[in-house]
């Protein structure tokens, strides 16, 4: 590769590395906007220590563990070192088609998304230390680890017919979706969710707020799907784009849809969480379909979203912005979708992709579940139910997101 | 051309595209915070279908529409033909300076455009169904005939001197302007904006989230105005940069100073509607102007709104955020202003600018019209006066914008 | 160089150009955020005009006093002329690795920084009128003639042991911070701030506005670092990503610390200050550091921008939004650090970032002083004690930032 295209490639990725980050403000922004002004500073403080908490974890052994190189790589687990040393020709297409520190900081503004995932479903009632303390072991090393096992070159990546996940609709979304579903069963719904005349809808506080995360989400996704062309190649990288625009945009007839029918109402909160959800359907075949798979896959998405939503207030896992139905029910949804159309549609993919899917699942249940449990056995995970009613902003923050105006929840 | 180059190219027109994207954030935060608070949701809402409404039908129809090529070409109206299908070498510079994949993207974000700017003017009182309906029909099919035109190669771009538009004051804002202008002249004020005692200003919700949006917007128009160079060539958007900056800074002082001398106050919403009538006023000829040449556009651009905003105001045409001020003036004024300023300045030039102006007027009035006078006469397009007065949010979609806040408006 | 590279140079400096941009809404967001309600309007009026200001008088005189070229360029002070007049060979290779507007562009959004770290600190009090007038005066003549003292070529660039400041730790962000600190010791603290019982908080009205704040800030700055670069060199631009990341993450955790063994709260404002001290600690050296000492300085950073806001409380400087303890604070440290670790790192280099940092001061304090003082014996800079209780807004502007919502401080 010429100097010229290697410049081209390093500064897509490096953009791309920048639309990454701004989506720790799109879940920042989604999460606090879905749940109670009582609780929006706790949210917030988590989600702005989190993308700090995936640098730092990411740089000290993240990088090493998700990319062993030749160093210590078996099929499941493999570590390349500690901390960031420079290979040789690091700046160099020696190194890949960008430099060394391009891909490590666009795979480590990728890493905090598991966490932030799981923030969403746990919100409302987790304790601060204890939620940090997952997110440190659950991006430092579970999320890397499931990594390693296809974009490191692991088992996953060498079965006879690869297991095929462009840009982590299992590989980032899952393994957030998994942790999530964990953690919102072992802490218990938030106190009146559900009650014995049934189901209470807990409204957020702030929908503006909402689809602000949202739709710098959708912006980010830009960066998360169209730098996982790992290049700036024309063709490969304008059709992610259109792949990723379509499949969102589809994803929001497909909620609104499915909720109008459902609920026979006009739900903005459906129809961000369904365009979300077909981002994220999208994401393991951003480069293998044409735009109308993407949008059936999309619309698909958007549709699950809503059943999803029913399905786990149905079996009381309390989730407050509706985090598992989107990435865990889109990831799957997604990561099949790649085995039913597309370039590598197929049978035998189909089964790879249940391989991929199946893996992750009793990986990052089996992780989330031992973290979890064992915080939940010895320092307790959930805040105390007086905490919990009065909001988590005054009693672990001692302040509130908006103290200047009178009633809030 | 090389493929670095193409490649180049490929790249910013993608960035573009994103930087478009997020201009319908821009859009919905700023009729979101302009508007009072019983409507948010109502109004978020639409300004999230919106983008999705004109990806999809764009891919459908609306690109086939805008650019026929040579398939049905005649000078009003053309047809590529249905969906997407690849043109042979596609993703090589044969086909253009980037991808088609990329020239889709990038002429899709623009599409929703149009409806979002009718989306102001008629907030706070228009159905929803409707609405959509308008949407989808003037975004898929009136804003794809006006746009082959001239970007299409129609009549306007055939004329002997070519009317010229270099990012759409015309053919995005004022399409979008002659809508707004008749949905709100259709759908009458909203309930005590106009009474025996003279005009009475009804006070938008939340002046950060206008702010954010028009921030957002001007952010946006770099790529607006920077990708409509359509190739990365260096002079060229360094140029487009400097005249959307100056124009933006200059409109904010025109609107500053005409809201002063007229109502001896320091109006925000004048100010932050003055940087977006600098804006659309640079469009049509930010390739054409110096630096100083913008700023005396786009000081103009924010005298006129202020003096726009008055006159609609007279003629009880209720505009909840000024969007006919400052896309259907302003996109005239700038419109015009190619005539009498920059390279192409001569009275030839006018005339042309003359027609195309007058052309767009005569379809877009005449079309919006057909659609929403249609709509009221069967559907009819105005909400029930109590659902009104109670708000949007509550009556169509069953929620509020932010519950846990006591007294909303 | 050819054609390909100096393409792509230009291109990345238009995008860092708009990340910039963007800052101005972070600082907006931020300092409405941490301020209080009644206020808000006359906040975001302020920081949408700055960069207005920024970009207009930059334009007039700004960029010639900062580049002087051979036109009339001193040690101290140069001027190149007025205006914008286009160089030679202005969109070629022959001006500089990218093109003459790109140049003009990019160092004019850093311009109208400098007044926006004024405005947080002289926040709630200030009177409309002189901070413009301060702005205008600041950011067109000061700031310029400190800019070319170093990046002009001036006396600090000539040093035996030149002075290095790479995008701006003295030369953008302590220039604000001396302006902050002048302007808020001669206004005085705000009513109530400090009284007999001892200093009384005044928490700020929407934390939410504040985390957006921040976030935007920390995603414009890889366009302020990472564009600081001058091209798109694969290795700067890349280390550069990874070093304002890194440092900006161990700043939240330095900011952590110091306010948990301080206050024994979690305190999510120190931590959003704490990242931005990281990020301003590593702006002087961000191109000469590894993650490790990036790390070091963000963390130290964060550290002293919790001592930054104790101090000045403890001197009864009033400073909302902490920006003289991020800015100032942090822009020395940075500065210092410069000569403490990385590739330049020893006694002489120590020796020249003393003198750059007590040459800006004397001349950021004295220019300050002269402005501040002026303006306060003749049009007086503070509003009066009743305007000041019953917020700016009403009292200057006529409006409300939220008139759907009841109370409001």
Same mark, same amino acid.
């Given at each position: 590769m010429n100097q010229e295209i290697f410049t081209i490639n390093n500064l897509w990725i490096l953009v791309a590395t920048i639309l990454v980050f701004i989506m720790h403000l799109g879940f920042a922004s989604l999460e606090a906007g879905l749940t109670r002004s009582k609780n929006t500073v706790n949210i917030l403080f988590k989600n702005t220590l989190i993308p700090a908490i995936g640098l730092l974890t990411y740089a000290f052994i993240g990088f090493n563990l998700m990319y062993p190189g030749d160093a210590f790589a078996g099929m499941f687990i493999g570590l390349g070192g500690i901390g960031l040393s420079l290979p040789e020709g690091w700046n160099t297409s020696e190194y890949a088609d960008f430099t060394f520190y391009t891909d490590f900081i666009f795979q480590a503004m990728f890493a905090a998304t598991a966490a932030t995932i799981v923030s969403g479903a746990v919100a409302e009632r987790i304790k601060l230390g204890p939620f940090l303390t997952f997110s440190i072991l659950?991006?430092?090393?579970?999320?890397?680890?499931?990594? @390693?096992?296809?974009?490191?070159g692991?088992?996953?990546?060498?079965?006879?017919?690869? =297991?095929?996940?462009?840009?982590?609709?299992?590989?980032?979304?899952s393994v957030g979706g998994w942790g999530a579903l964990v953690g919102a069963y072992l802490l218990g719904p938030?106190?009146?969710?559900?009650?014995?005349k049934g189901m209470k809808a807990i409204p957020g506080h702030s929908i503006p707020m909402a689809t602000i995360g949202v739709f710098l989400l959708w912006f980010g996704w830009f960066g998360f799907n169209g730098g996982s062309v790992l290049s700036a190649d024309p063709g490969e990288v304008s059709l992610v784009f259109v792949t990723t625009a379509i499949a969102g945009a589809a994803g929001a007839f497909g909620a609104l849809l499915a909720s109008y029918l459902k609920f026979k109402?006009?739900?903005?909160? @459906? &129809?961000?969480?369904?365009?979300? %959800?077909?981002?994220?359907?999208?994401?393991?075949g951003a480069d293998l379909m044409g735009p109308g798979e %993407?949008?059936?896959?999309? =619309?698909?998405?958007?549709?699950?979203? &809503?059943l999803g939503v029913v399905f786990f207030d149905k079996l009381k896992i309390d989730d407050p912005v509706g985090a598992i139905a989107v990435h865990l029910v889109g990831g799957i949804w997604g990561t099949l979708a790649v085995g039913l159309f597309g370039d590598l549609a197929g049978g035998a993919q189909v089964l790879s992709q249940l391989i991929g899917i199946g893996a992750t699942a009793a990986f990052c249940f089996g992780t989330s579940w031992l973290i979890f449990f064992s915080l939940k056995r010895t320092i307790g995970i959930r805040v105390p139910a007086a905490e919990e009613i009065e909001g988590l902003d005054i009693n672990e923050h001692g302040m509130h997101a908006y103290p200047d105006f009178a009633k809030q929840g």
């Open positions: 659950y991006v430092g090393i579970c999320y890397p680890i499931v990594g @390693m096992w296809k974009w490191g692991g088992f996953l990546d060498t079965l006879e017919t690869p =297991f095929y996940d462009f840009a982590g609709s299992t590989i980032v979304h938030r106190i009146g969710k559900y009650t014995e109402t006009y739900d903005i909160t @459906m &129809v961000l969480n369904g365009i979300l %959800a077909g981002l994220v359907g999208i994401t393991a %993407a949008a059936i896959i999309g =619309f698909v998405g958007g549709i699950l979203v &809503v």
